[in-house]
């Protein structure tokens, strides 16, 4: 099969949450090929704030188990919005990054990059002066250096929001999915990533890693985060999801969405699926261009549609848009994020999802190759989504808002409807009974020894063995074999683990191991002598490649050859046959731990592919030991 090539088969659409608790997931033996599916502030800010807090009432955590359909307070929160003007309204609608570690007291070069974005210097005169709904987390954007900065950066954002305009909290988010995304590294927990998960196949761990991970966001202020994804990854080639997904089954990935909104949510923190329509099928990064969907409708149906009809059916608060053009779904040419019969017609209609829909960020090329900065805002608002997310031109964005309300291209019930479902949301998670979080929070829950060690245990069962023809694994770390590690190096999405080389290499070594880590150009020289030599591999491209050449080589020194694929799985189908082949799905700390403890025989291998790996191994395989 091709690299493009995809297998099917049949899978329930609809799916009842509370069927998921503790169970494995159900993968579904696919026969068909990919054509005929197609075609069918400082720490005293803190204190003070927990002062506050205490005076108000405790941390609140809603119930996971709270109806889908509730819309708590309803007749308060209209009676917010008719107070507010029409800036302070058209401000509750945008979530905007903002630079610097401190919402009062930036570095002087963030002060800068808020001055030359925005025209002020700060973070929380940004929020006064647009009336910002919520602020977005970027580790660029230099906000998530530790934990208990980020929870004095969180009630900074809420003073200035609770002290000006409509003095409504603000919703804080971030991109915390984990695996090969996450904005906040440690001390925080890390957990495995979605794919891993999937290789691990259980609704149960899916669903304590996301109620540990909110819990920690919760207490550093974080009350939003844009997990988990919903895409269906059943293209190879797609380069911005990949390992980003639970799988290519979407029975199974179904299953583990909603595990992880019940995960967050329970831990008070809204989950947001992502990217609607269903970004699985792509071969274009929408950061950078325009993907285009060629599913059929009925395609949609029964690949795409069921996770995010599982995530409403848990009652997810957010889903995220797509900047996809799906043409089976709107023959417009207009991406997802801008489509009314996609937005409103599915999303609304078909599915009932009454939450709220934010956009994918819009400083990104997908979102902006027809439509100029000023029309994009508009159009989505139009289109039906009520979050609007990192606007290029936040004034400019804005003002287009305000002007498009003004000339009666935008009613001021449109607006409204989106604030009203903003504020039901901000309810639902208790920001509007208790805003700010405290420094005591973030040391009795961020990082603590109980939420590392469910990590390692969660990491325990992901880990997948494909071939071991000779039996090679587990080493015998008794004997204290030499071991040669090698191969990509990549920086951690966070930038606090790794390097993933040497963390292999460290790890082997404590577990009895004499392993040592080389870069790629010394390893074949250096390959004499060894048990084995441990190449990680990391998306290995179709067709000649360094990596190839460096598998190839070591190969031919005789030395048996270990490929673990870090990222995405599909690695091994690109190389000569290993000696034996491990896939980690992910390169941080947590995943490299056990990866050396399955070769050492300290775990089983218990992992399985979430994903076939055209032409070598078929969806659901796996060895044990």
């Known amino acids: ?67 889908p359909g509730r819309r708590p307070g309803r007749a308060r929160l209209r009676a917010l919005v008719d107070r507010m003007s029409l800036d302070e309204k058209v401000g509750q609608l945008f979530v905007s990054r903002a630079y610097g570690h401190s919402a009062t007291d930036p570095d002087p070069a963030d002060a800068e990059q808020n001055l030359a974005a925005f025209g002020v210097r ?82 149960a761990h899916a669903l304590r890693a996301a109620r540990i991970a909110g819990s920690e966001l919760a207490a550093m202020g974080i009350r939003q985060d844009y997990a988990p994804v919903a895409d269906v990854n059943v293209n190879p080639a797609n380069p911005v ?7 290519s089954d979407p029975h199974a990935v179904a299953e583990l969405v909603a595990a992880q909104v019940r995960g967050y949510q329970g831990a008070g923190v809204a989950a947001t699926a992502k990217h609607f329509p269903g970004h ?38 957010a889903i995220m848009t797509a900047h996809i053009v799906f043409p089976a779904l709107d023959p417009s040419g207009d991406p997802a994020t801008l489509s009314r019969p996609i937005v409103t017609g599915l999303l609304r209609e078909r599915l009932g999802f009454e939450g709220v829909v934010v956009t994918d960020a819009l400083d990104m090329a997908g979102v902006r190759q027809k439509y100029g900065n000023d029309r994009v805002p508009v159009l989505a608002l139009l289109a039906g989504c009520d979050q609007l997310l990192n606007p290029p031109d936040l004034g400019l964005a804005h003002r287009s808002v305000r002007a498009a309300v003004e000339s009666g ?18 309810a639902r998670r208790g920001l509007l009974d208790e805003a700010y979080t405290t420094g005591r929070e973030v040391d009795a829950v961020v990082g603590v020894q109980e939420h590392l060690t469910a990590a390692d ?76 030599v ?44 290993c000696a034996a082949e491990l896939a980690t799905y992910s390169w941080t700390d947590v995943e490299m731990r056990a990866a050396a403890r399955v070769l050492t025989g300290v775990l089983r291998p ?3 592919l979430p994903v076939p790996v055209p032409g070598r191994y078929p969806l659901g395989h796996g060895l044990t030991r």
């Open 122 to 203: 700060t973070a929380a005169e940004l929020v006064s002066r647009y009336h910002l709904g919520g602020i977005v987390y970027f580790a660029w954007a230099h906000n998530t250096r530790a934990p208990q900065q980020i929870a004095a950066l969180s009630v900074g954002l809420q003073q200035a929001a609770l002290t000006t305009g409509a003095r409504i909290p603000l919703l804080l988010s971030t991109d915390q999915e984990h695996g090969a995304v996450a904005r906040i590294g440690r001390p925080a927990t890390l957990f495995p990533g979605a794919m891993a998960l999937g290789a691990a196949g259980s609704t």
């Open 409 to 426: 291209e935008l009613t001021q019930a449109r607006v409204e409807e989106s604030v009203l479902r903003i504020l039901e949301l901000k």
């Open 534 to 577: 441990l190449v990680c591999t990391y998306n290995v491209p179709e067709g000649e490649s360094p990596q190839r050449t460096l598998v190839t080589e070591l190969i031919a020194t005789g030395v048996p050859v270990l490929s673990l694929a870090v990222r995405n799985p599909y690695d091994p189908a690109r190389l000569p046959q």
């Open 606 to 608: 218990a992992g399985r």
């Open 280 to 317: 699985g099928d792509t071969e274009t990064d929408s950061h950078v261009g325009l993907p285009v969907m060629r599913h059929t409708r009925a395609a949609w149906e029964e690949l795409d549609e069921p996770p995010f009809r599982a995530a409403v059916e848990a009652g997810v608060d």
């Open 457 to 532: 245990a969660i990491a325990a069962a992901t880990t997948t063995l494909l071939a071991d023809p000779g039996g090679l694994v587990p080493f015998d770390a008794t004997a204290g074999p030499r071991l040669l590690v090698t191969g990509a190096d990549p920086v951690s999405p966070t930038g606090t683990t790794g390097p993933p080389m040497a963390v292999l290499a460290r790890e082997l070594t404590a577990l009895g191991c004499r392993a040592t880590a080389v870069p790629p150009a010394r390893a074949v020289a250096a390959a004499a002598g060894h048990a084995a």
């Open 1 to 67: 099969m091709s690299a493009r090539g995809l297998v099917r088969g049949t899978f329930r659409v609809s799916v009842t949450p509370r069927a998921y608790r503790g169970s494995r997931v159900r993968r579904v033996p696919y026969h068909a090929s990919r054509r005929n599916l197609l075609a069918a502030a400082a720490m005293v800010a803190v204190t003070a704030a927990g002062a506050a807090s205490a005076a108000v009432g405790p941390h609140h955590v809603p119930d996971d188990a709270r109806p």
């Open 241 to 247: 999801i990949g390992v980003r997904s639970f799988g």
